[in-house]
C-alpha cells in the first residue's frame, strides 16, 4: 500500500509540543507501548491505554505505514513500593495464592489477551516477555558499568543518575525535585537518593531470580522495556506509548538506560495517555475504586466500553459512571441500528453497493467533505472523538435517506464511507465485514433458514450458561454465529430476546 500524503501532527511530550510526524525511515515505523504487568484482571485504565494505542495504530496503518507494534508483558521485577524496594508484584500474589510466580503469570496473561480481543483491540506483532528477556538486560547492565553509568553495590546494580546530565528532560524534573519528593527511605548502598535499580540481589527465598555476574538475583523494572526495545525495534526508534503515570520514573529511566549505554538518541516521539478517573479521582487498586473489565463485561457490551473511550482524547482524562456508560451505550446502538437499517435497505436493492455507478454531484461533495473532515481530525493528533462525531453525522444523514426515497446508491455509498473510516476506529466488529460490503467481499448475510424458534432457544440458552460460567469467548462466538445466520439478540432486563435481522 502506497503511503498517503502526510499530514499528520503529533503531540510529543518530550518537546512539549505538536510536531509534524517524520519517521526516522518511512514507510517502517517502531511502535513500542509499554504492556501490563500480569499479577490481575486488566481493568478500565487499561482499556483506556490500549484502545488509545490500537486507534493511533490503525491509523499509521491506514495511512500506509508499515508498522511494527511491541507491546511487552511484565511477568517480574515490577516492585511493590517504588523502583528499588519491595516485593516483585507477580512473586507477591504467587506467595499469597501458594501457587508458582509463573502460574500467576501465565493465568492473567491468558486473561488480558482475552479481554483485550473482546474490547477489538488488535494484537501486537511482538509481545515479549520480562523473565524471557534476561540476557538482554544483564548484558545491558553490562554496557552500562563498562561506560561508567552503573555501579554494583553488593550484588545490587544502580544506575548513577548523576553522572547522566540529562536525566529529566521527559518529565522536566531535576534532581532536587526527585529527592523532595522521594516517599519512600532511599537503600543505604546507593551513592545518590535519585539512582535507580538495573538489578536486585535476591534472598534465598525468592523464586523468580537467575545468576549474573553480581551474583543471583531479578532486573529492575525499568530495564527490561530499553532491553526488549532495543532488540525488536533497534537502538533508535519512532514511537514509545505508555500511561501519563509512567512518564515519570519508568519512561525517564528508559531514556537514560538506553541513551547512557548507547550513546544515540533513543525514540523520537513520546506519546502518553491520560488516565481513568472516578468521580473525579484516578482510578487505581490502591484506592480500590478501580473496575475490572470482565466485571465491566457482565453488564454492558464490550464495544460500548470501547465507544465510551472514543468519546474522550487519548491525552484527556476520561471520568467513568454507571451514567457515562448508560449514554454511551444509548448512543453505540443508534449507530449501530442504522448500519443494520441500511443492510437491510440495500438487501432490497438485491445487492451490495459497487463502487463504481453515477451519484449526484451533491452527494459525491458530501462524502468528500465527510471524508476530508475525518482525516484532517485524526491527523490533528489522532482526534478520534471528532472523528467520531463526523460518522455519526453520516449516520444520521443515512438515517434520513432511508426515511425517504432512496437509491442503492445514496444509501450505500453513505454506509460503506462510514464502513471504511470506521476501520480506523473499530466500533463496528460484531457487524462483520460482508455486512459492511467492504474489500474482503460483498456475499449476503444468512436469513435464518433453517432455523426453527426451538433452536435458536436452545443455542440463546447455552450462551446464557455460557456467561454464566464466565467463559465469555464461547458465549459471544455462539452471538456472533447467530448473527451470521441472520438472528440478532437482544439482552434486556427480561432476559434475551431474538428476531430476524
Excluded at 269 to 290: C, D
Aim: with cysteine; net charge negative.
Amino acid at each position: 500500500m502506497a503511503l498517503r500524503e502526510n499530514a499528520l501532527n503529533v503531540y510529543n511530550t518530550l518537546t512539549r509540543s505538536k510536531e509534524r510526524f517524520e519517521p526516522l525511515a518511512p514507510p517502517h515505523i517502531g511502535m513500542y507501548v509499554c504492556g501490563p504487568t500480569v499479577y490481575g484482571d486488566a481493568h478500565l485504565g487499561h482499556a483506556k491505554s490500549y484502545t488509545s494505542f490500537d486507534v493511533i495504530l490503525r491509523y499509521l496503518r491506514y495511512l500506509g505505514y508499515q508498522v511494527t507494534y511491541v507491546q511487552n508483558i511484565t511477568d517480574v521485577g515490577h516492585l511493590t513500593d517504588n523502583a528499588d524496594q519491595g516485593e516483585d508484584k507477580v512473586e507477591t500474589k504467587a506467595r499469597a495464592e501458594q501457587v508458582h510466580p509463573m502460574q500467576i503469570a501465565e493465568h492473567y496473561t491468558r486473561r488480558y489477551f482475552e479481554d483485550m480481543d473482546r474490547l477489538n483491540v488488535l494484537r501486537p506483532d511482538i509481545c515479549p516477555r520480562a523473565s524471557g528477556h534476561i540476557v538482554e538486560q544483564i548484558e545491558l547492565v553490562k554496557r552500562l558499568i563498562a561506560r561508567g553509568y552503573a555501579y554494583d553495590a553488593g550484588g545490587n546494580v544502580y544506575f548513577d543518575v548523576p553522572k547522566w546530565v540529562s536525566y529529566g528532560k521527559l518529565s522536566g524534573r531535576t534532581l532536587a525535585d526527585m529527592v523532595a519528593g522521594t516517599r519512600v527511605e532511599p537503600a543505604a548502598d546507593k551513592r545518590h537518593p535519585a539512582d535507580f535499580a538495573l538489578w536486585k540481589r535476591a534472598d534465598a527465598g525468592h523464586i523468580m531470580q537467575w545468576p549474573s555476574p553480581w551474583g543471583p538475583g531479578f532486573p529492575g523494572w525499568h530495564l527490561e522495556c530499553s532491553a526488549m526495545s532495543m532488540k525488536y525495534l533497534g537502538e533508535s526508534f519512532d514511537i514509545h506509548g505508555g500511561g501519563m503515570e509512567n512518564q515519570f520514573p519508568h519512561h525517564e529511566d528508559e531514556i537514560a538506560q538506553a541513551e547512557a549505554a548507547t550513546g544515540k538518541p533513543f525514540v523520537k516521539y513520546w506519546l502518553h495517555n491520560n488516565m481513568v478517573t472516578v468521580g473525579g479521582q484516578k482510578m487505581g487498586k490502591s484506592l480500590g475504586n478501580f473496575i475490572t473489565l470482565k466485571a465491566a463485561y457482565e453488564k454492558w457490551d464490550p464495544m460500548v466500553v470501547r465507544f465510551l473511550i472514543l468519546q474522550s482524547h487519548y491525552r484527556s482524562p476520561l471520568d467513568f459512571s454507571e451514567e457515562s456508560l448508560a449514554a454511551a451505550s444509548e448512543g453505540f446502538t443508534r449507530f449501530r441500528t442504522v448500519f443494520r437499517g441500511a443492510n437491510q435497505v440495500r438487501a432490497a436493492f438485491g445487492a451490495a453497493p459497487q463502487m463504481g455507478g453515477e451519484i449526484e454531484a451533491n452527494m459525491a461533495q458530501t462524502l468528500e467533505n465527510a471524508r476530508a473532515r475525518f482525516l484532517a481530525a485524526m491527523d490533528d493528533d489522532f482526534n478520534a472523538p471528532v472523528g467520531l462525531s463526523v460518522l455519526f453525522d453520516l449516520v444520521r444523514q443515512t438515517n434520513v435517506c432511508m426515511a425517504e426515497t432512496v437509491t442503492e446508491q445514496d444509501v450505500g455509498k453513505k454506509h460503506r464511507l462510514v464502513a471504511s473510516l470506521d476501520q480506523m476506529i473499530g466500533l463496528l466488529r460484531d457487524l462483520g465485514t460482508e455486512v459492511l460490503g467492504l474489500e474482503f467481499g460483498t456475499e449476503a448475510r444468512g436469513s435464518g433458514e433453517g432455523l426453527t424458534p426451538q433452536l435458536v432457544q436452545l443455542l440463546i440458552d447455552l450462551r446464557n450458561d455460557a456467561r454464566k460460567a464466565k467463559n465469555f469467548a464461547e458465549a459471544d462466538t455462539i452471538r456472533m454465529r447467530l448473527d451470521e445466520a441472520g438472528i440478532l439478540l437482544e439482552d434486556t432486563p427480561q432476559g434475551t430476546k431474538w428476531r430476524f435481522k
